[in-house]
């Protein structure tokens, strides 16, 4: 007969899945949104297409940003309030998600699960369990990775500019029509890549929480143990992008600033760049932030004033405010808990 800490077990991984998912679609515009803003793909055909690349994306790169959410709280497994730590700062998470979603606002899935997991942490044992350097390399993110995206957005629009600068119009929108199709792929395998991990080392964190993976446990193809976490995760993360978000997407793709295939192209491409080398050094960024930094950069090469000012600052926002805000739901969730659990 099952304890009955396995079916808060049980019932955390669910939770996760279902964040995931909740990922995939609050996400699934920063994959879409420029390439359904210029018209190259209807909604409903480039979500599939996104959630496509989302899911293969577990075959092109290591888990080290898993390795790296799995480590934001310094797990004792011998204390059994640390599967509940997991638990809340999950639950603050998604409530976050579910509300920017509805206020169409594009903040970051990473960064409310890291805002969540330190809620529940701070509240369980305060601030002696949690990673500071590994958090702390994560916020330096929130605004370094806009700014990467910014300036190789600008990079790559100048450098496609002058080479196809005698080339005429029809011609380049022609083209990059298609190229799009491409850039829109790499961007959804770099969206994938890097978010879908991000469960990945919740449930890690998790059954190390429950003294059933060893402290230090990484995901592998060829364990059989954590194989299952690899598929779960990348499946939930394809079929929320399935689902598509088109209330995100009007904000991404129409609202910051107008883009033609060209700029589209490069933008995706900018913002693919810098989620690869994110998910190489195993940082958890967030995709909103890098295709918003991309898409400025795209638009500024042409027509600064036309940037709307007004929406970026009404995003930047939401991005600052995100980790705090998720880490006060999660640990008003976790008291909640305890005040009904006081066990542990």
Request: proline share 4%; glycine share 10%; aromatic share 12%.
């Amino acid at each position: 007969m099952l304890q009955p800490v396995w079916f808060v077990i049980i019932l955390t991984v669910l939770v996760a899945l279902v964040f995931d998912v909740i990922n995939g679609f609050h996400d699934a515009a920063n994959s879409i949104a420029t390439v359904v803003s210029t018209r190259v793909l209807s909604p409903r055909v480039a979500v599939l297409w996104a959630a496509f690349f989302n899911f293969v994306a577990m075959f092109f790169f290591a888990p080290r940003v898993a390795n790296t959410i799995a480590n934001i709280v310094k797990i004792d497994s011998r204390d059994p309030a640390f599967v509940y730590v997991v638990l809340t700062g999950l639950i603050g998470a998604v409530i976050w998600d579910l509300l920017t979603w509805w206020w169409g606002l594009p903040t970051s899935s990473s960064h409310a699960l890291i805002g969540g997991l330190v809620g529940a942490g701070l509240a369980h044992a305060g601030l002696k369990v949690i990673n500071t350097g590994t958090v702390l390399k994560t916020v330096e993110f929130i605004f370094l990775a806009p700014l990467i995206g910014l300036v190789l957005g600008f990079a790559v629009m100048v450098t496609v500019i002058w080479i196809f600068r005698r080339w005429r119009p029809s011609e380049v929108d022609k083209l990059f029509r298609k190229c799009q199709l491409v850039s829109a792929s790499l961007y959804s395998l770099g969206h994938g890549g890097n978010d879908a991990q991000k469960t990945m080392g919740i449930i890690v964190a998790l059954f190390i929480a429950a003294g059933t993976f060893k402290p230090g446990t990484q995901l592998s193809f060829s364990n059989p143990k954590t194989l299952w976490i690899i598929l779960c995760c990348q499946s939930a993360m394809a079929i929320g992008t399935g689902f598509g978000g088109w209330r995100i997407v009007k904000t991404m793709g129409m609202k910051i600033t107008k883009l033609k295939p060209v700029g589209g192209c490069c933008a995706e491409t900018a913002g693919a760049l810098t989620l690869f080398m994110a998910t190489h050094w195993g940082i958890p960024v967030s995709t909103t932030h890098t295709i918003t930094g991309a898409i400025v950069g795209v638009g500024s090469t042409t027509n600064f004033s036309g940037i709307k000012w007004g929406v970026a600052r009404r995003i930047v926002w939401a991005w600052v405010l995100t980790i705090p805000f998720a880490a006060l739901v999660s640990a008003g969730c976790f008291y909640a808990v305890r005040f009904f659990h006081p066990t542990f």
